[in-house]
Every structure is written in structure tokens, then in C-alpha cells.
């Protein structure tokens, strides 16, 4: 079965005097699960994409005018703040953790890296409100958009109103999250029979992969969503002077077996998305594979998968590693990375 | 001379019929009124307070509370609950206004009891957004009482400055909340309080609203169940230690006394 799959976003064919105008519609990859995100209760439309997107790339989001969500959040790099280990965020300041890829959100259950935030919908006011990224008040942020020249016109044609209130603003800017949305990497179009094939090395890759970190990165998403800890763990370490240790999904539980354990992240675009963990410290996919291969910390909360028969790590010879990231590598999007409709430039 | 006491006999009939058995089909109003205190002293910003158990002294400058999911019991054992959406209400020091909240459409009714929840039930905390409008706005009224990072109302915030206090700026800070937990269990602050009018009764008539007047003694967050020292904990937030600070402030408040006007 043969057919052309556009990123969930399907370009109409408009009148030809006028300048086409793509229409924005959210279509579910057919190798992806349904999605999480309740879309009936927030129906992805174009102008509510165009606001979502505008939105997204404003500095007026923060208190003095220099972080929009798109300095951390970069297309090139998956969404992701590439080459930076932590966040910067406003005044330069350093965040808690390494900026995870915005992509693919309407399958995700829950967001951040201990899966704080249970709403998309819910998670913009996290970033605007903490001190050490966009530093302003939410209250603040409607008052900047409700004075401006064009936002009242832009809520109008997203919401038939132009009255803007909390709930369309988070609205707004879930949509344009939610089509972020990567599905046609050379994995994908292999899988989906598009024509495409791996290589021998790819295809070893894959299978070696399904056996040794499909228990967790699971299915086409590459995480089952599950916080888990992978051996990695935590140092002190001081945060803009401040004595920190980030104990990952035990801050939201309280629950001591939580400790150190993060949301399995998905590895969709991962050859780009380095440094890699919660906090950035691991530069390549090959330090990556050292250290599910040698690298894995004993802890009381060490993920079982990673401690069979006493032994730590995960059994891999050079070859094998080497097939997998040859294997990661297909993941690449290079449709999505480059997708003109999620485009800054392109508003 | 017989018209007179005619008319006086009307009257005197009148006077009785003014307080007829309460209809239930009918519906009035009752308002609620919080007044802060610290022990037996008006709460105030800026004043300081001793605390009797531990000897500190501490000069509050915030506190705000959640009243929500309000009940009226009726000494005939009637319950009115109060509809949800309309039942969620953030009481702050610092709006005079927010200290009082009328309460519509209660069937007329002899009330002797108020139950209530402090803080915001896990059902209201995981809503979308679009049904938490009005005093559970997080761009509105409920403005600093929602933790972003932890999707989560706060509950009570006590803050102020108290020589006890190591922190560097010796302030003390307790802002409580967590509703139980989304996926997975965690710490729950939510507290339900009951508070008997004793022999009184408020009587919600279509057209008389009576006044119940609460008192909140914010003394007793620190001197309940637990113990709290600003010298050992001067910023409590979520944690564990939260479900003590929990168990003291559901003692807080007391029934004081209500107007019938």
C-alpha cells in the first residue's frame, strides 16, 4: 500500500491569485497510537495554529522582551536549546534541566522531565512564571496582549472573540505544540512501506534495539512514558549559587521510590537533540551507549531492567552499539526540522 | 374603638405572619464572613504577635485561603450543598471585600451548621482550564496560588518575617497545598471542616439574609496537632511536612455568631 503522508498538515490547493494558504489540520500519523491530547475539547484550526505560533515565538512572554518559548525551543534542533547542557533563560540564567524537544506533545500523558504538569494546556504558565526563564506574572502577560495592536484581531479570528482570557491563550498555544509532530524520518517511511528501506546495519540496529531498550523505549514513540531510573545518577551541584540536587519525579511524588527518576524521553530526532538526560551531561549517542554499556550506577532505585543477575548495564559489544546508533540515526526527521509551517521565519 | 382593636388584632397577625415556617420552595441568600485572627488579637499586616507555646514573635504580611464546596445543614437535618460552580472562594487579608461572600438560591431553611473544604478539591484541580474561571482564575483571583511547575492550587499561604526565622531574609513562608496526586499518589492537604451554630440558627428567607460570621485563628496553624517552629521550619511548601501544618490549620476556624436581620 503506497500513499503520500504529509505531516499532519494537509496544503490545500487555494485560489491561484492568492497566495496559498495552508490550511492547518491535525491528522494522526497511521503507525502512531491515538493521540493522548483531548482534541475535541481544543480542535487544532489554522488561525488558532497561526496565534498558537505567534505566541510561541514572542518575546513579550517575558518580563523585559528577550525570551520567547523559541530561544529554548529551537526547530533546527527539534525544539530543543542545542549545545546547551541547562537552559538559559532570562538575565542568563541557568534552569534546574536540559530542555526536552517539543514534538509529538498530543501523545505525551504528562510534561517536564518528573511529569509535573499533567495539562498541556496547563504547561505555559510554568516557564512564563519561573524566575530563571521569562520571570512574569501570567496576569501580566494577558494585560501586554490585550494592549497590543494585533493580538485582540488574531484571538477574535482563532475564537470568535476577542476577549482574551487564560484558557484561550494556553489553548492557542497548545495548538501550534501540538502540530509539531514528527513522523516521516526514514524509519517511519520504512515502517509505513512508503518505499523506503534500511540498510543491513540500520536494520541489525533496529532489531538489537527492540531486544535491549525497547522495554522502555517503547513503540513508535520510543518512550512508554514510564519515569525510570537509567543509572544516571544526579550530583549536587550549584544553580545560579544555590545548592541543588535534582531528585527527578520524587519533587511531584514526595515518594522516596521516586527518587532520581525521569520520564523515559522519546529518541524520535535524538541524533540532533545532544546533550542528552535530564541534565545535559552526556554529549553523544556514543557516551550514551558507554554508559548503558559500563556507565550504570547501582542505586535502591536503579530501573530492574538495568540490573539483571546482579550484573549493571546492559550487555553490548562495540559492534552492537555502533548498530544502534546507526539505527537512532534514522529517527532523524529532516521534514520536521525543517517543516516551513513550524517555521519562526516563516510567520 | 371597635376598629382599633380590630386593626390591632390585624396587626398582631401580621407580626406573626412575618415569620412564617420556612417554605422550602422559596430561596434566599446567607453571607458569609471571615474575620482573621491571631489568638485573641485582630490579625493585621505589620503587627507583631507572640506566640504563647514557643515564645516566637512573628509580623505576618500574607495570608490567603481557599474556602470551597460549601454545605448548610438545617436543623430539620436538611442538606443544602452549595453548587459547585459557584462554591470555590479565596479568602485574602489584603482584598476587604474577599473576606465576606454571599451565598444565592439556598431554599429557606432554619441553618445550624456550615461544612466546608479549605483548599481545592483534586477533582476542580485537574479540570481544564476552562472551567476554572472566577476565584480559581490563575491569571485572576487565584493569581500565586497555583504552583505551575506541580500542577497544583495552593491552598493557604502564610507568609511574614520573624527573628526565628533563619532564613537570610528572615522570613517565614508556608504555602500549602497538593491534592492528592494526577497518576500517581502523593500528599494530600485537602481538609474538610463542620462548625455547629450551637443553639443558633440562620434564617434564609426569600427576604432576609442572614450574616454567619466565622473566625479564623491563624495562631492555631502554628500550635495544633504539630508543634510548628519558625526556628526549625521557616518555608514549608510541598512536602511532607505539609500534612502537619494540613492537620493544624482545619482547627483554625470556629463559629461565632450569626446576624438574623
Redesign the interface.
Given at each position: 500500500m503506497k500513499y503520500i503522508f504529509y505531516v499532519g498538515i494537509l496544503i490545500l490547493g487555494a485560489c491561484k491569485q492568492q497566495p496559498q494558504e495552508p490550511q492547518i489540520q491535525f491528522q494522526n500519523p497511521s503507525n502512531f497510537p491515538e493521540p493522548h491530547y483531548n482534541l475535541s475539547r481544543n480542535p487544532v484550526t489554522t488561525e488558532g495554529f497561526k496565534l498558537g505560533k505567534m505566541l510561541f515565538f514572542d518575546s513579550i512572554l517575558s518580563r523585559d522582551g528577550t525570551i520567547s518559548c523559541g530561544s529554548c525551543h529551537i526547530q533546527s534542533s527539534a525544539f530543543t536549546q542545542h549545545g546547551h547542557d541547562l537552559s538559559h533563560g532570562i538575565d542568563d540564567q541557568l534552569t534546574l534541566r536540559n530542555a526536552p524537544p517539543i514534538m509529538n506533545l498530543a501523545w505525551q500523558k504528562e510534561f517536564f522531565w518528573d511529569g509535573g504538569v499533567f495539562d498541556l494546556d496547563l504547561f505555559a504558565l510554568a516557564p512564563i512564571e519561573a524566575h530563571n526563564e521569562m520571570d512574569e506574572s501570567i496576569a501580566n502577560v494577558l494585560n501586554k496582549l490585550r494592549k497590543h495592536p494585533k493580538y485582540p484581531q488574531m484571538f477574535e479570528r482563532a475564537f470568535g472573540t476577542s476577549e482574551i482570557t487564560l484558557d484561550r491563550f494556553l489553548k492557542a498555544l497548545s495548538q501550534f505544540q501540538l502540530m509539531a509532530i514528527s513522523a516521516n524520518s526514514k524509519y517511519d517511511k520504512y515502517i509505513r512501506n512508503e518505499g523506503v528501506t534500511l540498510t543491513t546495519d540500520e536494520l541489525a540496529g533496529l532489531e538489537l534495539f527492540k531486544v535491549k531498550c525497547s522495554s522502555c523505549h517503547q513503540g513508535e514513540l520510543f518512550t512508554d512514558l514510564s519515569y525510570r531510573n537509567n543509572g544516571m545518577i544526579p550530583q549536587r551541584f550549584k544553580l545560579n549559587g544555590i545548592d541543588t540536587i535534582d531528585t527527578g519525579r520524587e519533587r511531584i511524588t514526595l515518594n522516596p521510590n521516586d527518587q532520581f527518576k525521569f520520564k523515559v524521553p522519546s529518541l524520535r530526532n535524538v541524533e540532533i537533540t545532544r546533550p542528552y538526560m535530564h541534565n545535559g551531561s552526556l554529549r553523544t549517542l556514543e557516551q550514551v551507549l558507554d554508559h548503558y554499556q559500563t556507565g550504570v550506577k547501582d542505586h535502591p532505585t536503579l530501573d530492574p531492567v538495568l540490573k539483571q543477575n546482579g550484573k549493571l548495564g546492559i550487555d553490548l559489544t562495540n559492534d552492537e552499539k555502533k548498530k544502534i546508533i546507526e539505527f537512532l540515526k534514522t529517527l532523524t526527521d529532516e521534514e520536521f526540522l525543517k517543516n516551513p509551517i513550524l517555521s519562526e521565519e516563516n510567520p | 374603638m371597635l376598629a382599633i382593636i380590630a386593626s390591632t388584632i390585624v396587626i398582631s397577625c401580621k407580626k406573626n405572619d412575618t415569620e412564617p415556617a420556612p417554605n422550602p420552595n422559596l430561596t434566599g441568600s446567607l453571607e458569609v464572613e471571615f474575620e482573621n485572627f491571631v489568638g485573641t488579637q485582630k490579625f493585621a499586616f505589620g503587627t507583631t504577635y507572640t506566640n504563647p507555646n514557643t515564645n516566637e514573635t512573628f509580623t505576618p504580611s500574607m495570608l490567603r485561603y481557599f474556602i470551597t464546596n460549601i454545605e448548610l445543614k438545617a436543623s430539620n437535618g436538611t442538606i443544602f450543598t452549595v453548587p459547585q460552580n459557584d462554591s470555590y472562594f479565596l479568602i485574602d487579608q489584603e482584598k476587604p471585600e474577599s473576606l465576606k461572600f454571599t451565598l444565592n438560591s439556598i431554599p429557606e431553611g432554619d441553618y445550624n451548621e456550615i461544612s466546608f473544604t479549605i483548599g481545592v478539591d483534586s477533582l476542580r484541580n485537574?479540570k481544564?482550564?476552562?472551567e476554572r474561571?472566577g476565584n480559581l482564575?490563575?491569571?485572576?483571583t487565584a493569581?500565586g496560588m497555583?504552583w505551575?511547575?506541580?500542577?497544583g492550587y495552593i491552598f493557604v499561604k502564610f507568609e511574614g518575617s520573624s527573628p526565628q526565622s533563619t532564613a537570610v531574609d528572615q522570613k517565614y513562608r508556608y504555602h500549602i497545598g497538593g491534592f492528592g496526586?494526577?497518576?500517581?499518589?502523593?500528599?494530600n492537604c485537602v481538609r474538610k471542616k463542620t462548625l455547629s451554630f450551637g443553639k443558633d440558627v440562620a434564617k434564609v428567607r426569600t427576604n432576609a439574609a442572614p450574616t454567619v460570621h466565622l473566625i479564623t485563628d491563624v495562631m492555631k496553624l502554628f500550635n495544633g496537632s504539630t508543634q510548628l517552629k519558625i526556628a526549625d521550619n521557616n518555608t514549608v511548601m510541598?512536602?511532607?511536612f505539609g500534612i502537619n501544618i494540613a492537620n493544624n490549620y482545619v482547627d483554625m476556624f470556629s463559629y461565632d455568631h450569626v446576624h438574623n436581620d
Open positions: - | 485537574t481544564p482550564v476552562g474561571t482564575d490563575i491569571s485572576g493569581q497555583y505551575s511547575w506541580n500542577s496526586g494526577y497518576s500517581s499518589k502523593t500528599i510541598f512536602s511532607p
